[in-house]
């Protein structure tokens, strides 16, 4: 374990001192906490943004955030961000195929 010593804000330490009460613990745990939580966030958002611009599947969006590929699923959906990703001009494709299929009086398989 590594030693860090940073200058932190009379607020975030009265925040910490309220944690530190609540979780009954100490102020070094409940900073630990907080910071663990806070890059935990962090690496689910950069993870989100690198989802949205496909450079990560959402296997490697979890892995990088030390998640289950549920636990990032729920908090992209949560954040407006579809499970799959569904390429416009491939949609385009399918629909006209679909189309052409009905046209020919065609049907889906039983």
């Not at 745990?29 to 599947?57: C, D, P, Q």
């Not at 006209?96 to 299929?101: L, T």
């Not at 009905?102 to 889906?108: I, L, M």
Request: glycine share 6%; net charge positive.
């Amino acid at each position: 374990m590594e030693t860090l010593q940073i200058r932190i804000d009379d607020e975030i330490i009265a925040d910490l001192r309220e944690l530190m009460h609540l979780m009954r613990t100490t102020k070094s745990e409940a900073a630990r906490s907080a910071l663990a939580e806070g890059i935990k966030k962090l690496k689910m958002e950069v993870a989100t943004r690198k989802y949205m611009n496909g450079e990560f599947t959402m296997e490697r969006a979890a892995e990088f955030s030390r998640t289950s590929i549920q636990e990032m699923a729920q908090y992209m959906q949560g954040h407006g961000v579809a499970y799959f990703r569904y390429d416009p001009a491939e949609l385009g494709k399918d629909s006209e195929a679909v189309k052409k299929r009905f046209k020919n009086g065609k049907t889906a398989r039983k």
